[in-house]
């Protein structure tokens, strides 16, 4: 159409609109609402929508439930939004339907009310309204309206997923990785991410790469890995801007490259991803990718640990305990080791241990040193492990103990702690035969018991 047809085209919508027919008049509303062949005006698209809308026009009084909705052209009305919407919808308008039974599940505009939410779903969902597919799929996965019922959710869910629509096919790729309404099947439930992430869904590139990094339901493939990652960082996902910085740090799937580390950790620790911030610090901390600098170092992981990072509260505990970055303050690092050993971080725990064993910072008290010391030990710290036998051989904050001496030294030399096998067989030695025996079996389920964590 050229640039004639179309003013002609236009000028033949308006006469006939302004002739009072209602088709004409909502392709009026359109034309000022979106500014095509005319001004951009959203009273003026009110005004045609209305009159249409008036008419019985179902396309019009769906849109001008939108403006009342969205507040274009008239102050925002939530009640005057349903109400439209409402007379589109019972004329069988999918998308206001859809719309309707959203309006319902939400209490917008109206008494919340699950049921009518499904029964307006269900409507639009008959039609092949993807959307209300979707949406009808989520009631049933979550018993909303309708009893609980994973193989529907599944069904309806498919149905929109088939139709191309993301969200559906995210819930679809959901249902197949835990067997929710199908059997378990990490390789469909990436066939359905993979689908997602191709429409740039950022979380679906996301966990696409986290599924080639790990082989999950497809060929383990660090370049597959890096290629997705760097999708989704690249359009600003910061946990994703992560994982390209880490795979940059480690060589993995690319070429290794400091610099690039650096780079991508910055763009998500600026966003505030914690691990970002504390992987940054590291950076800082041993000049790689950048100028060696130590409080740099401790202003990232301050900002991490601020946020409740417990790793990055271990290193700035650490950057307290040696004065490096900041100045030397044993009760700092007493207070930041605290705060991840109490989320659990095993060599806070630790650390905290030999803080209290030591009194340093905080009042000598072995027996705190050895609860902290044995917290550590039961997550698989082997060091922990080998210090809480070091402690039961000399008594120190517990009674002195040479079997649990011999049990905690075997399970920390058999998680690798080199040290520990010395005293385990030091202290095998001061057993009888009997007790020997009685600590090797107890070493053994402990050792089961108390593997590596972190």
């Known amino acids: 159409m050229t640039a004639s047809e179309e003013e002609a085209f236009y000028s033949e919508v308006i006469a006939l ?9 909502n392709m009026a509303g359109v034309m000022y609402h979106i500014g095509g062949g005319v001004p951009q005006d959203y009273k003026q698209a009110l005004a045609w929508y209305r009159k249409s809308a008036e008419k019985g026009n179902a396309k019009a009084q769906y849109n001008l ?10 102050a925002q009305d939530d009640k005057q939004a349903l109400t439209w919407y409402r007379k589109a919808a019972e004329q069988g308008h999918a998308d206001a339907q859809a719309i ?3 309006m319902y599940g939400a209490g917008q505009g109206v008494a919340q009310d699950d049921k009518q939410a499904v029964a307006w779903y269900r409507k639009a969902a008959e039609q092949g309204d993807a959307k209300a ?10 018993g909303r309206g309708v009893a609980q019922d994973h193989k529907q959710a599944v069904a309806w869910y498919r149905k929109a997923a088939e139709q191309g629509y993301a969200k559906a096919q995210g819930s679809l790729g959901i249902a197949y990785q835990f067997g929710l309404g199908v059997a378990q099947d990490d390789k469909q439930s990436m066939a359905w991410f993979r689908k997602v992430a191709e429409q740039g869904n950022v979380d679906a590139q996301y966990l696409m790469g986290m599924a080639y990094e790990d082989g999950r339901g497809v060929a383990q493939d660090d370049k597959q890995a890096v290629a997705w990652f760097r999708k989704a960082a690249e359009q600003g996902y910061a946990d994703a801007q992560t ?6 740090d480690n060589g993995r799937g690319v070429a290794q490259d400091d610099k690039q580390a650096v780079t991508w950790y ?10 970002a911030q504390s992987m940054l610090g590291l950076m800082y901390q041993f000049g790689r990718g950048v100028a060696q600098d130590h409080k740099q170092a401790v202003a990232w992981y301050r900002k991490a640990a601020e946020q409740g990072y417990d790793k990055a509260q271990n290193i700035l505990g650490m950057a307290y305990e040696d004065g490096r970055g900041v100045a030397q303050d044993d009760k700092q690092a007493v207070a930041w080791y605290r705060k991840a050993a109490e989320q659990g971080n095993a060599y806070a725990q630790g650390r905290l241990a030999v803080m209290y064993g030591q009194g340093k910072g905080v009042a000598q008290d072995t027996q705190q040193a050895v609860a902290w010391m044995r917290k550590a030990a039961e997550q698989g710290y082997a060091k922990a492990q080998f210090i809480l036998g070091v402690m039961y051989d000399n008594g120190i904050g517990v009674v002195q103990d040479n079997k649990l001496a011999y049990v905690w030294s075997s399970v920390a030399a058999a998680n690798g702690y080199a040290e520990a096998a010395t005293n385990r067989d030091l202290f095998a030695k001061r057993l009888s035969p009997a007790v020997l025996a009685e600590a090797q079996t107890l070493a053994g389920q402990y050792v089961e018991q108390y593997q590596p964590k972190q």
């Open 243 to 248: 994982k390209l910085g880490s795979m940059y």
């Open 100 to 102: 309707l039974g959203e």
């Open 266 to 275: 910055r763009k998500a620790a600026e966003q505030g991803n914690t691990k």
């Open 65 to 74: 439930g939108q403006m009342y909705e969205k507040g274009e052209g008239v």
């Open 17 to 25: 609109a302004q002739e009072g027919d209602a088709v004409a008049q």
């Open 133 to 142: 597919q979707f949406l009808l799929g989520t009631v049933y996965q979550f």
